[in-house]
């Protein structure tokens, strides 16, 4: 680990521990269907042997479903960080690389966004959009990205400001090839920080989408798993091996994520503090 | 948009009938107001907005304004006191965390705050109605007292879904301001007022909480929201007939109206909120002036 030089924190370690199982569980689903206990006809079997978990409400064992849904959650998580953050770095650098109107333009925008409550505002969104896979990527990247967008913006005109942006000026480099020879490089710290901080929010996002009913149907992750429990009564049956699995595996997960990324954001700030000190 | 609304106004049934009967189904899509242009359509609403006319639920049969004014106050009835006691004991436990943040037990406490944090709420709920209302019978199994309800059993069906929200709030506001006390506390005023020898209670009252003060008001306004966001869901895991059950029923039934007059009065209160604590720390904050 040294070689990227740093070396993790004890959270950091515990973050990429979590984050391991995660991915262990999204690859064990890929194993031919039944090597974790077989459907069995009776519903609400308590953990046993031959069911690890237990089965659901209509007999299915649910370590299978939890492996299955391990998938989903991860892709969503991973997807929605993905255009989340391309949002937020784009209408970043643009607004803080060019000042003026086209900040104040994009800064008015990124503060409604960061005013309006995002979780009832996807829920009107996925309701209008309908349950689809990319669907809930699309809602979730396109409303997560504001507070990426106003460090990102920070940042650039941090930069912006700095004599070597200058010099390029003075050159005669163009804006575009210094925004992205130039400024780009010198967020990509924080990006990647809000990039791991994105991907635990669309864990939660999606597992909060999922348990209103607003997931994609084909693909049951964790959140829909708690939105079967609710909505079909194993909760009312005491049946918690049904529901505390996926709940532990959505905390966990986003919970990896997040320390990690709050790792990456508070080195990244010490070690740009100098930085801002001379520009 | 999925799901012709008029399935769901006649059901199922009388909408196969009407469909195969295009006079019918024309004059009936004309009575709703679904076969004017879209522009049009947008525009009577916004229209009816500003007269606080969100219109008619298909769903409820009955006017949004009406079924609003029933369960904002069962939303506000949860928000606002968890809210009040998270920033409380938020503020007092990440005080606490911040200074002197390097010792073991108080980054433990810190690490176990991050934690709670990343629980989903609506998760919890379903522990927490596991645990007090299957296993130890304390509490009713959800839903809201019936009218006239007796003060013992309101607090019975709030204490859960508020204990809920103030625990997951509560862990919110530490990490906050346990990350503010630590930014103040490398401040040269605060070493002054260490060296004169104050307190330690009148020490973190005067110098750590009060310059904290202007960030925790936004942090207020930024927690209502979290607290709504929150809260929607956790309703929907107790039903509690709040705006988030409202919403979620809104989901099931294709409501659309009502799911956008839900939406537009949440948002209305967390902006008004933001609006406030803005107003606020101006007033109170003489840096926020300059």
């Known amino acids: 680990m040294k070689r990227f030089g740093y070396s993790p924190t004890g959270v950091e370690w515990a973050g990429i521990a979590l984050i391991l199982a995660v991915f262990a569980m999204a ?8 090597c974790f206990g077989m459907p069995s006809s009776i519903p609400y079997l308590p953990p046993s042997p031959s069911n690890f978990l237990g089965t659901n409400d209509i007999g299915d064992d649910v370590l299978a479903i939890l492996l299955q849904g391990s998938r989903v959650s991860l892709s969503i998580g991973l997807l929605g960080a993905t255009v989340s953050t391309l949002f937020g770095t784009v209408i970043g650098v643009f607004a803080g690389f060019m000042g003026g109107t086209v900040d104040e333009a994009l800064g008015s925008i990124t503060d409604f966004f960061l005013v309006v409550p995002a979780l ?58 210094i ?25 939660l996002l999606e597992a909060g989408l999922s348990f209103i009913g607003l997931g994609d149907p084909q693909n049951p992750s964790w959140g829909m798993m708690l939105h079967f429990a609710m909505t079909r009564g194993a909760l009312l049956h005491g049946a918690w091996w049904t529901f505390v699995p996926p709940g532990i595996c959505i905390s966990f997960s986003s919970l990896g994520f997040i320390l990690i990324g709050m790792g990456m954001e508070s080195r990244y700030r010490s070690s740009t503090k100098s930085i801002g000190d001379v520009s | 948009m999925p799901g012709d609304p008029m399935i769901f106004i006649f059901g199922e049934e009388v909408y196969g009938a009407a469909i195969r009967n295009p006079e019918l189904f024309e004059a009936l899509t004309a009575k709703y107001g679904l076969n004017l242009p879209l522009v049009d359509q947008f525009w009577i609403y916004l229209m009816s907005l500003f007269r606080a006319d969100f219109g008619y639920s298909f769903s409820y049969g009955r006017q949004i304004s009406e079924i609003i004014a029933e369960r904002l106050p069962l939303t506000l009835i949860m928000t606002v006191p968890s809210t009040v006691l998270s920033l409380v004991a938020g503020t007092a436990i990440g ?24 629980f989903p709420t609506y998760w919890l709920a379903m522990l927490m109605l596991l645990f007090f209302s ?20 309101i607090v019975q069906h709030l204490s859960l879904p508020l204990l809920v929200l103030a625990i997951f709030n509560t862990a919110y506001v530490s990490i906050i301001v346990r990350g503010l006390t630590i930014e103040i506390s490398e401040e040269p005023f605060v070493i ?3 060296s004169k020898g104050l307190g330690k209670l009148n020490f973190s009252l005067r110098h750590l909480l009060k310059p904290s003060l ?34 979620w ?42």
């Not at chain 2, 037990?105 to 709670?116: F, Q």
């Not at chain 2, 299957?134 to 059993?153: D, E, K, Q, R, Y």
């Not at chain 2, 960030?215 to 956790?234: K, N, W, Y």
């Open chain 2, 214 to 247: 202007p960030p925790l008001l936004s942090l207020f306004a930024i927690e209502m929201g979290f607290a709504f966001s929150g809260a929607l869901l956790v309703e929907i895991a107790f039903s509690w007939p709040g705006m988030g059950y409202t919403m």
């Open chain 2, 134 to 153: 299957l296993w130890l019978g304390w509490a009713p199994i959800g839903g809201a007292p019936p009218a006239g309800a007796s003060f013992v059993a």
């Open chain 2, 192 to 194: 002054a007022a260490l």
């Open chain 2, 95 to 118: 005080l606490t965390l911040g200074w002197e943040s390097d010792r073991l037990p108080k980054r433990l406490v810190s690490a176990a705050c991050v934690a709670v944090h990343s």
């Open chain 2, 249 to 290: 029923q809104a989901v099931i039934e294709r409501d659309y109206p009502l799911l956008q007059a839900s939406f537009t009065m949440v948002a209305l209160v967390v902006v008004s909120a933001n609006a406030l604590a803005d107003a606020l720390s101006y007033a109170l904050d003489p840096r926020s002036r300059s």
């Open chain 1, 179 to 203: 925004m992205f020879r130039h400024v780009l490089p010198n967020v990509w710290g924080i990006v990647l920080a809000r990039f791991v901080l994105a991907v635990s929010s669309s864990i």
């Open chain 1, 120 to 177: 009832p505002l996807m829920i009107l969104l996925a309701a209008y959009l309908g349950p689809s896979f990319m669907n809930v990527v699309m809602v979730i990247g396109l409303l997560w990205w504001p507070t990426t967008a106003r460090m990102v913006r920070a940042r650039a005109r941090q930069i912006r400001g700095s004599p070597f942006i200058e010099g390029l000026m003075g050159v005669g480099a163009r804006k575009p090839y």
């Open chain 1, 27 to 34: 690859l064990l689903s890929f194993l031919p269907g039944g």
